[in-house]
């Protein structure tokens, strides 16, 4: 089981305390962005496009204490922007473990080395390593040769000293699922706890326009991947979201189950999307016109989302929701083959990696800087 019980149980009865409250809209999992600035450029990221002023800006300790509990979440992911930039990376995690809160600390894993004296092992602290396939496609996803085998050896070492460590890998047009399947492989054998996925997202601001994947190519990919797998791979992610990426069924978005704080506020609507931001949470779920975004809405910049940080909360919420949610995902877990005969003639398709194609972008920035804005 990719995810320990006790966190399980958490989030489990932290659900139903929400539905019996009778709460419609509650959050997951918070999306805490301490920074934007980033020591990658990745072609298909919408974050670090944004002006030098603000990617020196950042959150405090205290900043982030105050959202986590205005938010109440069971759960904080630490995306970014590269979260072990922040000086004060430390001093957060320690204070998010001390309020016992199950941590994802997203991660290039370029700094991981030399950076983990700041951190003690937890069931509370996850380090969710950044790696988008295998070696070649990795290093061409993040434009640098060598990333792969820079986080790889990140995760070694925090499995060395007993972290625990998950993989997130996001998926775009072009992808080869073999490749993918031989990924699942590796990052087993690495002896990661569990892997997470999803299908990126069409930043307007990203560099790379021309990959983003639409929903029919979107499902049709991961039926290729997801189907007839190997018993040995573990997912550290809902499996009913998983059926959903695969077109075994249907969820609108909940946008308000991963709220996104950052330096600007409470993002509207989603970790995706900046249509303004609020104050404080409780101002974030009653000023947002909720009924503006996902997919039935009609929101062309909602047509071809289908990210986890929009859907995988509909996917929780579907699984406490009823009985049938209930024992469909009881069900998920314990027939996790999905054995699907045209799902493995998917796999002989010729697939032309973007990489065959198109030349790695080495960029050449400098390193990014731990500064205080
Ligand atoms: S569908 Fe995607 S972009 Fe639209 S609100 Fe949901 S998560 Fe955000």
């Given amino acids: 089981m990719a995810v320990p019980l006790s966190q399980m149980w958490t989030v489990a009865t932290y659900v139903l305390r929400q539905k019996m409250k009778g709460r419609k809209r509650y959050p997951l999992v918070l999306m805490l962005e301490p920074l934007f600035r980033c020591n990658l450029a990745c072609a298909g990221c919408g974050k670090i496009q944004y002006p030098g002023h603000v990617l020196k800006m950042e959150l405090t300790p205290e900043e982030c204490f105050k959202a986590v509990e205005e938010c109440g979440t069971p759960t904080v992911a630490i995306p970014g922007g590269e979260p072990l930039l922040h000086p004060g990376i430390g001093e957060i995690v320690e204070g998010l473990v001390a309020r016992k809160k199950y941590i994802y600390l997203c991660t290039n894993a370029l700094l991981l080395k030399q950076k983990i004296d700041q951190f003690r092992p937890s069931k509370y602290l996850t380090f969710s390593v950044h790696l988008d396939g295998q070696r070649e496609h990795h290093d061409f996803s993040v434009c640098l040769e060598g990333g792969y085998d820079k986080a790889v050896e990140g995760v070694r070492e925090a499995l060395r000293r007993g972290f625990r460590v998950t993989t997130n890998t996001t998926l775009f047009d072009g992808a080869d699922p073999k490749s993918v399947r031989a990924f699942f492989d590796e990052m087993m ?31 049709r990919l991961f039926r290729a991947i997801l189907s007839n797998r190997r018993t040995k791979w573990r997912f550290n992610m809902s499996p009913l979201f998983l059926e959903f990426l695969m077109g075994k069924r249907e969820y609108e978005c909940t946008p308000w189950g991963m709220p996104t704080y950052n330096v600007f506020g409470w993002q509207k609507p989603c970790y995706l999307l900046q249509d303004g931001y609020a104050d404080t949470f409780a101002e974030l779920l009653e000023s947002t016109e909720w009924a503006h975004y996902g997919f039935e809405s009609g929101n062309p910049k909602c047509a071809n989302c289908m990210v986890h940080s929009g859907y995988e909360a509909s996917a929780v919420n579907d699984t406490f929701g009823s009985l049938r949610g209930l024992w469909a995902t009881t069900r998920a877990m314990l027939f996790s083959r999905y054995q699907d005969p045209e799902a493995l ?23 990014a800087q731990e500064t205080r804005s």
């Fill in 189 to 219: 054998e690495l002896g990661v706890e569990g892997m997470m996925l999803s299908p990126g997202y069409s930043y307007e601001k990203a560099p790379d326009q021309q990959h983003f994947l639409g929903r029919a190519r979107t499902r």
């Fill in 345 to 367: 003639e998917l796999l002989n398709e010729e697939v032309r990696p973007v990489h065959d194609f198109a030349s790695l972008v080495q960029l050449e920035s400098a390193p």
